[in-house]
């Protein structure tokens, strides 16, 4: 028996923190680290008699996230419980929503250009209808991911097992607001699989739903995934192995690729009919580069699913999903392609200053009044970035504003001031904050842009070098540029670069 051919099925589900004041059901500080167990109350701890209360903003973050992916908002919706015991769950179970999610039917596209050269979308067509073309390819230009469905729920406690005998449950964590991603298994590699997590964190940090810190676990990742091998005309499905809190793309990636790799193997080494509905949970041992058996599942586990008692079910407000929708605004694709269309920039340059809605909303107030788009984009590149990088700041943390740059931009488009004098022009502003104009003017930076000025000083430059002019007579051209960098040199770079170059041509050509 031979294997004619196998594809690579992966679905994910993407758990987010929102960005709330507070956690999911209780008044309990929503925020980060912490001495341990200090912002738990008898709600999120589960203590008997303790009535959880929704969170206000929790479901309209969860409504800006699901129009931020393309999804219907539910105007009817519930939370349940999910019935488990692990001992950072402090009471028991969980509160999440089952059957009627806030959110469903969505779906994400990834630029094909973000794809790497080595990796082409691949896979069974599209099922649904609603969708054109082969591999969900989108008008040439995107592969659509579907995204099934996005729930509440709250966050467990974190286990923290020390080195020794010991293992201790810090319950801050407990309760804390959580959207659940759930995708259709649409993706077919491990690239694409982290490609996808990459834009999704892109998305709902440019509408400021999450953090989307990885380190800081605001963002996890289960993985899906399993084989459609083909053997002997026969199609058989490997058990789905489920890679639990992958936290990096490069852990979604290599997890995936190796997961793959190992079902392959263990296909064709025991050649059986698997058991599609078999499911084995999996974590990743990043040191080993391997994943590793948690536990299995046999039969459909029985997590109790009711309908939570103490919080009724609601309708959400058609005030609220248009309120979600207004906080969306315009995506970080699409504002790509329109910087790109509108002024000229590169894939690179548009990446780069899209890379966060607040850098990005900073240039297009410095484009404003530019006279060359292209020279803001420049400064904020090479000048402004570099120096944020340095100081490790956000765009949020810099004290110039977005007019220093189109004034300094202008300046050298308008050639006041040489592209080299805007770099001591753009250190003393950072250090100031003085306008670029006030600078110039303190230290006598203005080009001289007087053709009469600057031919005098043409003139004595090239009688004050004889040889270099017998150079050029004995045709060493190269000597043109020396004699422009000591017309520079005369004027202390005051003088208009290309009106003296085109003096000095000029005269050496008449001699």
Known sequence: ????????????????????????????????????????????????????RISKGYVELGAVAGHALNCKIAQFTKFDRKHYFYPDLAKGYQITQYDIPLCSDGYVDLPLNH?????????????????????????????????????????????????????????????????????????????????????????LRYVKVTNGNLEEGNMRC?????????????????PISEIKNLNSFHSIKAACIYEAARQLKEFEEDRQEFNAGFKVTMGWDEAK???????????????????????????????????????????????????????????????????????????????????????????????????MNAKKLTIKDVKITPEHITELANAISEKKITSAQGKTVFAKMIETNKMPSAIIKEEGMEVVADTGAIEALVDKVIEANPKAVADYKSGKTNVVGWLCGQVMKESKGKANPGIAAKLVGEKLAKL
Request: glycine share 6%; with cysteine; aromatic share 8%.
């Open 222 to 238: 289960d993985c899906n995934i399993n084989l459609n091998v083909w053997e002997d005309g026969k199609l058989y499905h490997t």
């Open 1 to 52: 028996m031979a294997i004619e051919k196998y594809e690579v099925v992966i679905g994910c589900e993407i758990h987010t923190q929102l960005l709330t004041k507070t956690k999911a059901f209780c008044a309990c500080e929503n925020r980060y680290g912490g001495m341990p167990n200090t912002r738990v109350c008898p709600v999120c701890l589960g203590l008997p008699g303790a009535m959880p």
């Open 289 to 387: 580069g391997q994943t590793v058996v948690q536990r299995t599942k046999n039969s459909f586990v029985d997590y109790r699913f009711v309908v939570e008692p103490d919080i009724k079910p609601f309708t959400v407000s058609d005030q609220l999903i248009q309120r979600a929708l207004s906080k969306v605004g315009e995506l970080p694709e699409a504002k790509r392609t329109r910087l790109k269309k509108n002024f000229g920039l590169s894939d690179f340059d548009a990446e780069t200053l899209t890379s966060s809605r607040d850098l990005a909303m900073w240039f297009e107030d410095a484009a404003k009044n530019a006279k060359d788009v292209k020279k803001v984009a420049n400064l904020m590149l090479t000048e402004l970035l570099a120096d």
């Open 115 to 203: 794809y790497s050269k080595d990796e082409q979308p691949g896979g069974p067509k599209c099922r649904d209808k609603n969708f054109k073309g082969d591999n969900c390819i989108i008008d040439n230009k995107y592969r659509r991911i579907r995204v099934e469905r996005i729930h509440l729920e709250e966050d467990v406690g974190k286990s923290l097992h020390l080195q020794g005998a010991h293992s201790y449950i810090d319950y801050n964590r407990c309760g804390t607001p959580l959207i659940e991603i759930v995708t259709k298994p649409d993706m077919t590699s491990g690239d694409e699989a982290a490609l996808f997590f990459q834009t999704v964190q892109e998305i």
